[in-house]
């Protein structure tokens, strides 16, 4: 069975820095673009950032581009959302996502591209 952990999440101050990280039990990792998406309360889920397998294509939607950054290490299985400068609006529940190996290195955006997902990790930020 796939696992997705994610952890970093907590509360931390406006303007303020975390590092959530998403370590995976899937054996194809090195081949799988992986995604983060958040959901704020009373809304739906939604794309944050992207990468490819590769870790040489990326993605981060336009309310965290210049804050956030997204990587992953193949070595260890894991991918990271690297967020400086946090803003109340970021307060959501963060989940990590992974696609099945796909021999173009490049990123997915949509829900339905991933077929695994984590348990999501908390984070608040407060004003």
């Known amino acids: 069975q796939v696992q997705l952990v994610e952890s970093g999440g907590g509360l931390v101050q406006a303007g303020g820095s975390l590092r959530l990280s998403c370590a995976s039990s899937l054996r194809t990792f090195s081949k799988s673009p992986m995604g983060w998406f958040r959901q704020a309360p009373g809304k739906e889920r939604v794309i944050v950032g992207a990468v490819s397998w590769r870790g040489d294509s990326t993605y981060l939607t336009d309310s965290v581009k210049g804050r956030f950054t997204i990587s992953r290490d193949n070595a260890k299985s894991t991918v990271y959302l690297q967020m400086n400068n946090v803003k109340p609006e970021d307060t959501a529940v963060y989940y990590c996502?992974?696609?099945?190996?796909?021999?173009?290195?490049?990123?997915?955006?949509?829900?339905?591209?991933?077929?695994?997902w984590g348990q999501g990790t908390q984070v608040t930020v407060s004003s």
């Open positions: 996502a992974a696609k099945s190996p796909f021999h173009t290195s490049t990123y997915y955006i949509r829900e339905y591209d991933y077929n695994y």
